[in-house]
T-cell receptor, first 114, second 111 residues
Framework: NAGVTQTPKFQVLKTGQSMTLQCAQD?????MSWYRQDPGMGLRLIHY???????DQGEVPNGYNVSRSTTEDFPLRLLSAAPSQTSVYFC?????????????FGPGTRLLVL | EDQVTQSPEALRLQEGESSSLNCSYT??????LFWYRQDPGKGPEFLFT???AGEEKEKERLKATLTKKESFLHITAPKPEDSATYLC????????????FGAGTRLTVKP
C-alpha cells in the first residue's frame, strides 16, 4: 500500500491564482481531512469528509473548497490564493471518524503564495 | 477554550541522556490523546493513543503516560535517530474533527 499520497510536493503561486492540491489514499478509509501547519502553531483542520459525497468545515475553512466524489480522493481547492495561505498542507485519513481513530498523514505539500 | 500546550519548544540531549516531553491540555471531555513523530519535510507519523488517566504505552525507547491534565513522552537513552519533532493532539469529541494539535517539541539528540 502507498498509504496517503499528496501532489504536488511544492508549489509557488501568485496572489489571485487558483490551484488544486491532490490527496489520495489506498487504504479504503472513510474519513479524510486536510490540515495546514504553520511555524509555531499546531496543525489546524481546514475541511474533512466522513465519506464519499459528505464534506464539512473545520477550524480554518475560509478560502478553501473540497469535494469527495470517491472514497480514495479528497482534493483541496484554493479559489484565489493569498499570501496568508502560504503554509504546509497535510492530508490525513482514518478508517472511521470515531473516538480514538488513528489518522495517517501524507507527506505534505509546501505552498508559497507571492 | 480547548487548548493543547507542549513544552519545551526545543530540547537538546546528548545520546543516552533520558528526558521527558510534556503535553498539557485543557479540553472538556477528553476522548483520546495522540502522540506523533514528525521528521523534517515529512508528515506526522503515529506513535501512541492514550484514552484514560493512568494509561501508559511503550515503544522501543519511548513511553507515553497520561494524567487528567497532561501527558508525558519519556525518552530513555535516546539515540541520534530519535531526533524529530514530537506532536501531541487531543480529541475532545466523538469524531476526528474535534482534534486539537500542540505546536510540538523539537528534539535534537547529539552523538
Amino acid at each position: 500500500n502507498a498509504g496517503v499520497t499528496q501532489t504536488p510536493k511544492f508549489q509557488v503561486l501568485k496572489t489571485g491564482q487558483s490551484m488544486t492540491l491532490q490527496c489520495a489514499q489506498d487504504m479504503n478509509h472513510e474519513y479524510m481531512s486536510w490540515y495546514r501547519q504553520d511555524p509555531g502553531m499546531g496543525l489546524r483542520l481546514i475541511h474533512y469528509s466522513v465519506g464519499a459525497g459528505i464534506t464539512d468545515q473545520g477550524e480554518v475553512p475560509n478560502g478553501y473548497n473540497v469535494s469527495r466524489s470517491t472514497t480514495e480522493d479528497f482534493p483541496l481547492r484554493l479559489l484565489s490564493a493569498a499570501p496568508s495561505q502560504t503554509s504546509v498542507y497535510f492530508c490525513a485519513s482514518s478508517y472511521g471518524s470515531g473516538r480514538g481513530e488513528t489518522q495517517y498523514f501524507g507527506p505534505g505539500t509546501r505552498l508559497l503564495v507571492l | 477554550e480547548d487548548q493543547v500546550t507542549q513544552s519545551p519548544e526545543a530540547l537538546r540531549l546528548q545520546e543516552g541522556e533520558s528526558s521527558s516531553l510534556n503535553c498539557s491540555y485543557t479540553v472538556s471531555g477528553l476522548r483520546g490523546l495522540f502522540w506523533y513523530r514528525q521528521d523534517p519535510g515529512k508528515g506526522p507519523e503515529f506513535l501512541f493513543t492514550l484514552y484514560s488517566a493512568g494509561e501508559e504505552k511503550e515503544k522501543e525507547r519511548l513511553k507515553a503516560t497520561l494524567t487528567k491534565k497532561e501527558s508525558f513522552l519519556h525518552i530513555t537513552a535516546p539515540k541520534p535517530e530519535d531526533s524529530a519533532t514530537y506532536l501531541c493532539a487531543v480529541q475532545a469529541g466523538d469524531v476526528n474533527n474535534d482534534m486539537r494539535f500542540g505546536a510540538g517539541t523539537r528534539l535534537t539528540v547529539k552523538p
